[in-house]
């Protein structure tokens, strides 16, 4: 009796406190881990990456492409510190040519993943564009500035990047009042997938 209540309480426990890892269709929520570049164990600075804040150009891209089926159902950025206020975040399948984009601000202190109005649909082996782009009026470059992985002194990046199984990272691109700057770092924009 006491093994099936300790059964019975792990159990409601584990109902609680388990997440989406995209492996069982019943339980296929946003899942802001599985694509994130956020956190990434590849961007860490055992692989030669350095964490920036820097980049004074509107907009910051990556490309990658997606080899598993499902949705984009969010999107994950980090205010420049000295910014509160909005940009335009945008998710495109360069495959399909749609493209979703959202008006959003973030918190200045960490990422914070906001939900997308309307998801992008994936199939397996779409390539997928994610930017951020700083739309309004500044007064210094220190506000459309944000965070980026990068190698020391800027030295190029090699791509393809295995994010992980499911995802590669393809290229970045920096432009917008100067550039473009590509493949030199990767801005930490995350996405939130929803496997199908």
């Given at each position: 009796m006491k093994t099936l209540k300790s059964l019975l309480l792990c159990l409601i426990v584990s109902s609680f406190t388990s997440c989406d890892n995209d492996n069982d269709p019943t339980n296929n929520v946003c899942d802001e881990t599985y694509l994130s570049l956020a956190g990434s164990n590849v961007f860490t600075t055992a692989n030669g990456y350095e964490l920036e804040e820097t980049?004074?150009?509107?907009?910051?891209?990556?490309?990658?492409?997606?080899?598993?089926?499902?949705?984009?159902?969010?999107?994950?950025?980090?205010?420049?510190?000295?910014?509160?206020?909005?940009?335009?975040?945008?998710?495109?399948?360069?495959?399909?040519?749609?493209?979703?984009?959202?008006?959003?601000?973030?918190?200045?202190?960490?990422?914070?993943?906001?939900?997308?109005?309307?998801?992008?649909?994936?199939?397996?082996?779409?390539?997928?564009?994610?930017?951020?782009?700083?739309?309004?009026?500044?007064?210094?470059?220190?506000?459309?500035?944000?965070?980026?992985?990068?190698?020391?002194?800027?030295?190029?990046?090699?791509f393809p990047i295995a994010l992980n199984p499911n995802a590669t990272l393809i290229g970045t691109s920096f432009y917008g009042t100067g550039g473009p700057s590509n493949d030199f770092a990767i801005p930490v924009i995350g996405v939130g997938f929803k496997l199908n």
């Open positions: 980049m004074d150009l509107l907009t910051h891209e990556y490309t990658m492409i997606v080899n598993a089926s499902g949705e984009i159902c969010s999107i994950g950025y980090q205010n420049a510190a000295a910014y509160i206020g909005t940009y335009e975040m945008e998710v495109e399948n360069m495959t399909t040519n749609v493209t979703v984009t959202e008006t959003l601000s973030f918190s200045q202190t960490a990422i914070e993943y906001k939900p997308l109005a309307v998801p992008l649909v994936l199939n397996a082996g779409d390539t997928i564009a994610v930017r951020r782009t700083f739309t309004n009026t500044y007064t210094s470059a220190d506000e459309i500035i944000g965070n980026l992985y990068r190698h020391p002194g800027f030295a190029p990046i090699v």
